[in-house]
């Protein structure tokens, strides 16, 4: 007969290694226990015979130590926030108590104001919020009273807490709160405090985020405007290979056909083509000789009308969102060079105006918020994951990451094949041992981690001919890649 319950777990390596507790320590009332549960590892490894009789769950909870809430711990009192859009749902616990008392209060200004207030007169001293939140409207509400240190609890942590104590995910508000709370309390080693940085680096964070969505705005529009074109004018994409810039959309919004285009005079061609600086001759007469030997895909005004109006609108949309970059692009490069690590990023290979503050943000300037290189690659979600259980053993890349620092981080690796020596050769050999494009840059990408960390630990700017210098000195098999072989 095979046991109800092994005792085998898949382990993944991750960020922070976490310790398997027997289950019973994280014992929870749930929608199966009444008053008298039987601690979980009890359950899971019963043998034949006869055991000790099992205290019910609120017995073990007295006896169990709550590391935050001990007589040591600088908080007055606890709370757990389950926030929404109109409301938030809120667990608090006194510190030196067991009791947890319910609430909750409307998303509006006044009311959070109103709720900070009560908290603060009623236990003084600093109070420690829990929520699954490192930043949005709540957030930055609360980060206004200085006698509030907030915890951010990743959802998914909290959902999986939730789910190991109601399989029949079951959920309500309140409860979430109550769990949030739970987790800061029994593993508080586990949740760092949200520590904000300098005024200017949250600025640009926000800045470079909000861009890079302007960025996949622009994709989409393109996408989209060369789908309409291909329906009834895909001559258009034959003479222009950029679509996202102020020649096309301005070439189309005059002569949104076909039709339209050959109706006009040569000369009207070329003086439109020298006002938006292109001015290679032998391309501009290659590209007007194209426009008046063309032949229309269709002239059924049925498909026409429609699909022109379409691409008019979207080319509006279109030149809004280059504008838009444009006035990020201008703010970012105002902001960018008062922060005092600038000068470590902004002389990188392949960073340029983009990507350097990119990079900048995405180490902060909280040197001791990583403890190691190692962190920061499996944070960034650039290290894969490993994970093992008996004979099975499974690499792949990490799904729970913050998705916009990996992508910092993989662009950036692509532009470095080119500019740098052994990024290029480096590239090069994971290729042809057969990786794809995107595994190949993510390995680049893992490799750059380990040497802009001690340039941004040491505050010294990175050099390539010093960085060569180190390889050959270590005898490094990659210095081998880039000494052609005799």
Known sequence: MHPRITNKSTQTRDVRRFSFESAGVLALLNEYSGFAVRPAHYIAFAERKLARPVPTIYHFRRCLMNPLSDSSSPFTAFVGIDWADTKHDVCVQAANSNQREFTCFPHQTNCIEEWASRMHSRFGGTIAIALELAKGPIVYALQKYDFFVLFPINPSTLAKYREAFKPSCAKDDPSDAALALDLLLRHADRFRPLKPQSMAMRTLLTLVEQRRELIGDKTRFTNRLCNTLKQ??????????QRDTALFCDFISRWPTLVDAKRARTSTLKAFFNKHNARRTKIVETRIASIKSAMSLTLDKAVVTPYRLQALVLIDQLRITLQAIDRFDEEIALVAPTLADYALFSELPGAGPSLAPRLLVA??????????????????????????????????????????????FVEWAGQTINKSAWAGAYYRHQRAKGSTYQAAVRALAFKWIRILYRCWQTRTPYDEARYLDALRRRQSSLFTLLTPSS
């Open 232 to 241: 009834y004018y895909p001559q258009a994409l034959e003479w222009f290979e």
């Open 363 to 408: 180490f902060g300037e909280q040197r001791e918020r990583f403890a190691n290189a190692g962190e920061l690659q499996r944070y960034s979600g650039v290290a894969p994951v490993t994970e093992r259980s008996g004979k099975k053993c499974w690499v792949h890349w990490r799904w729970q990451c913050p998705t916009f620092l990996r992508q910092t």
